[in-house]
């Protein structure tokens, strides 16, 4: 009994025009248009012999029962950026819930295990800055005390906004009660980059989520006149960041997914007349492995200090935000190969880069791992956002037969 | 009969206690206490037996009347940025002072040749970016249309902000009449740079003021999710015009006196999670040699494509603003170092970074040569700037035996 993959299509142009207008998807969490993508979704639900609840962290939970009480979780959300696109998110809800009902009439409502969809509240943090909220109550990684009083651009506290969604900020911990008997989770997902595309590849096995080390970075120099002081007297805070700016590429180079970047650079006084006394950095490295991660950042401090004494200038570091890398279940990626393999004949392997709620769920030692499907031109978080439809076809037909390879795989272990 | 140093050294002193705050100097242009210190100067020729005027444009002109009318003029600005220095400017002026009293005790009031003392009026251009307003109007290099609507920070036209002081915007080239038989100019300025200092020496013959290239580059890549995209799918804009950033200092080390400065760079869209998709650069090379500059700024153009196309970028450059190179008198300087090595035992040539209204004299055609004595750390346009006594006094005295060497020099020719 093959998987509707068209129907789940036709469910994403619904919900997109639904929850669209001219610049894009607007499901913000906690908005009303986020509400309205949930309750259509809960529609839907009505078709299948399921139950539904939301949990004290605003996930919303689907459960269709099977002989052993052990969970099989599929699952992603259907909260978007502002303007974001039709498929981040939404379209491993909506996979799953094909997948889902694909199980249901399989086996006649009573599948051999059971099988969850899960619906994550404000994957996106767009209004708040809080991302993965969902997820991490779930995983017990919550970090209540410096979220609750989170303000949006309008001054709101996100202590308040949840609450207009009856979650109280206090209580979110408890979303930990679903983890019981949850024994695997699959996420499909766009790859939101522009890996595959590049190599021709529709699919891919994810690997895990890279660790992220995330550090402000200031020179000091000598701000000077730029027509008296001669190019030898110079303590130029902007040479000594280009050159951490170039090497930061050298550095990542030397592994085979890792990335560094230098997204923004700021010069002080800042004027054409004078040499730029401070210059402040913001360096992003990313890597799945947390050996090579630590090994990049390390590089990239001496390298910060010897450009910094070549320029006469100092330099100083301050973290951002880091988090660790999580791999995710080795045996889940083979099944996750294989049931890529069936569908288009090869497989790829390849960490993500974007944090995902999957990392969250593995972070919490439920087995885990995620199917990308090709980002055309690698853009997301716009409403240019788009995947091929044969793609998306072939997307929820591999991750449908990832489902039954896992099902079948929780019941063996 | 010598020049009085330590008089102009006391009457610098009581013109700093004048018209300077905690926060240094305050004699913007057009300013009340601007128009305090000119009064203060203005008290101090009834000493002398001198004519005074304002010109057209607001410059204050002190004539001692020699037997030909033939004149030599001295002068500077007593003008200052706000929170200025107690030397730029200034110095220039009571220099000047102190050797015109000088001749005119020299030759009891009638001078062999015409001395004229001028104070340039809003050389700074500090409040409407106008710099070297009222030599320009002397040289005939006035741009009444593009300055007129000049507004300050207040909103304040500069047409009615120079009316407030009786100057008719429209009017200011008549101040052209006062070219009329003037025979050389002579300016003595700190040099606010370190060259001198890092040299050991206290004085300097100029050879002239550099020209000066100053263009806006923008390096337009694409911009990328920071963990999504490899680095070898990268269009990177910062990196180009890090490139750059590095290569302009090869440019510059090339010829000896050139200098080219990155005084500013903005990332777009400047996120730690976005590779660079825009960056903005200001560059503004400067040189005494024309070509020199013209090569610098060709050199500039070449590498920035290289650059753009070796990052997938492309590169657009508009002119900020651009003046000519302008070499003072060869003769002058000749006399310049005569009259440095007669008081210090030697001397030394060179160019000057910073513009001065001496440029605009010498555009005008008129032979002229400027004096620079050390400054302490290089520093200017701050209530820290500083030249010791002892430089002042052997500037002063080095200043009026050029004055003689020029007097003589014009005699002759």
């Given at each position: 009994m093959p998987v509707d993959a068209q129907a789940a299509i036709d469910m994403l142009k619904e919900l997109r025009a639904l929850t669209s207008d001219e610049n894009g998807a607007?499901?913000?969490?906690?908005s009303p248009v986020w509400l309205k993508a949930r309750a259509w979704f809960q529609s839907r639900l009505r078709e299948l012999p399921v139950e539904h609840h939301l949990d004290a962290a605003g996930n919303s939970w689907t459960t269709l029962a099977g002989?052993?009480?052990k969970a099989l979780i599929l699952g992603s959300h259907l909260d978007s950026v502002?303007?974001?696109?039709?498929?981040?998110?939404c379209l491993g809800v909506i996979a799953a819930y094909a997948v889902l009902r694909r199980i249901a009439d399989e086996y006649e409502s009573k599948p051999p295990i059971t099988v969850r969809l899960v619906d994550w509240a404000?994957?996106?943090?767009?209004?708040?800055?809080?991302?993965l909220f969902g997820s991490s109550a779930f995983a017990g990684t919550q970090s209540i005390e410096q979220d609750r009083s989170r303000t949006d651009a309008g001054g709101t506290r996100l202590e308040d906004a949840v609450a207009t969604c009856d979650v109280s900020i206090d209580a979110i911990?408890?979303?930990?009660?679903?983890?019981?008997?949850?024994a695997a989770y699959l996420e499909l997902h766009i790859e939101q980059g522009s890996v595959l595309e590049k190599m021709g590849l529709p699919l891919a096995a994810v690997l895990g989520t890279k660790g992220v080390e995330r550090h402000a970075i200031t020179f000091h120099g000598q701000e000077a006149h730029s027509g008296s002081t001669p190019m030898t007297a110079r303590r130029d805070a902007l040479a000594a960041a280009a050159k951490l700016a170039l090497e930061i590429r050298t550095i990542a180079k030397r592994h085979p997914d890792a990335v560094c970047t230098m997204g923004s650079l700021k010069t002080f006084p800042?004027?054409?007349?004078?040499?730029?006394?401070r210059c402040e950095a913001a360096l992003d490295q990313r890597d799945l492995d947390a050996g090579v991660l630590a090994e990049m950042y390390d590089e990239a401090q001496q390298k910060s200090i010897q450009f910094a004494a070549e320029e006469g200038c100092t330099v100083e570091w301050s973290r951002i935000w880091n988090i660790a890398p999580e791999p995710f279940h080795p045996q889940l990626i083979e099944l996750c190969e294989g049931a890529i393999r069936e569908t288009i004949g090869r497989s790829h392997r390849m960490p993500s880069g974007p944090l995902h709620d999957a990392a969250e769920v593995s972070r919490a030692g439920i087995p885990t791992v995620m199917m990308f499907v090709q980002s055309l031109k690698g853009?997301?978080?716009?409403?240019?956002e788009d995947t091929s439809e044969e793609h998306l076809k072939l997307a929820i037909e591999a991750f449908d037969k990832l489902a039954s390879k896992t099902m079948a795989w929780i019941q063996a272990s």
């Open positions: 607007q499901r913000l969490a906690w002989a052993s009480p502002p303007n974001g696109g039709w498929l981040d998110g404000d994957e996106e943090g767009a209004r708040f800055g809080r991302s911990g408890d979303a930990g009660v679903e983890r019981k008997n949850a800042g004027i054409v007349t004078a040499v730029v006394g853009i997301s978080h716009n409403k240019i």
